[in-house]
């Protein structure tokens, strides 16, 4: 699946108070997370008016995005990883991850990926992206126990974080030049028995 890119561009402005706005968020949401961070304490934290960065950014969720440099959007993408025979959510998952990552957007994800391995910061915000923006909605979808939503969604993170390690980064062949519906009809069943298998 091709992945939605969105990019607004730099609207009309000052760049420094959009790039204060920026700064003032990633701490935001590195030290108190996405849930907690509000609009309000974050223009307070920049020295402007929260309409402002309403105006810059939009929605908090287009906002965190733009701190990561994410170009694009989990809640245009998942819909169709949820649509469908529930029994190939795992592999329809891979694929569209694997469309994500294959994409012009594939070189901002692996500049991030790279970044969390050595920065805390980025690190904080990659978790905090990946449990709010993608695996949250994914599991939010199933008839799943809520007690045990933070485990699957750990679980599944590490086989899609490693596959990301695998193939973008390190490189391990034969993963690297693996067709995608290779990839996703031998490791859907996995992430499908991460969301729906009873656990220990």
């Known amino acids: 699946m091709t992945p939605v890119i969105r ?19 990633r701490s935001a949401f590195a030290e108190r997370g996405f849930d907690a961070a509000s609009i309000r304490q974050i223009a307070t934290a920049a020295g402007v008016d929260p309409a402002l960065v309403h105006h810059y950014f939009g929605s908090k969720e287009e906002l965190f995005r733009a701190t990561i440099d994410i170009p694009i959007d989990p809640a245009v993408l998942l819909p169709a990883v949820l649509a469908g ?9 891979v694929r569209t991850f694997l469309g994500v990552w294959d994409s ?38 199933l008839d799943l126990d809520p007690a045990e939503l933070p485990l699957r969604g750990a679980l599944v993170a590490t086989q899609m974080i490693g596959l990301a390690m695998m193939r ?19 490791l859907g069943p996995t992430i499908h028995r991460y969301l729906t298998a009873p656990l220990p």
């Open 7 to 25: 990019r607004t561009g730099r609207r009309p402005g000052n760049p420094d108070t959009r790039e204060a706005i920026l700064t003032a968020a």
């Open 85 to 93: 025979d529930p029994d190939q959510i795992g592999e329809r998952l």
């Open 104 to 141: 012009p957007a594939g070189s901002a994800a692996v500049a991030l990926l790279r970044s969390a391995t050595n920065n805390e910061w980025t690190a904080r915000l990659l978790r905090e992206f990946l449990v709010t923006q993608v695996l949250r909605r994914v599991l939010d979808q």
């Open 168 to 186: 973008y980064v390190i490189r391990l062949e034969p993963v690297a030049s693996a067709t995608p519906d290779t990839l996703a009809t031998t």
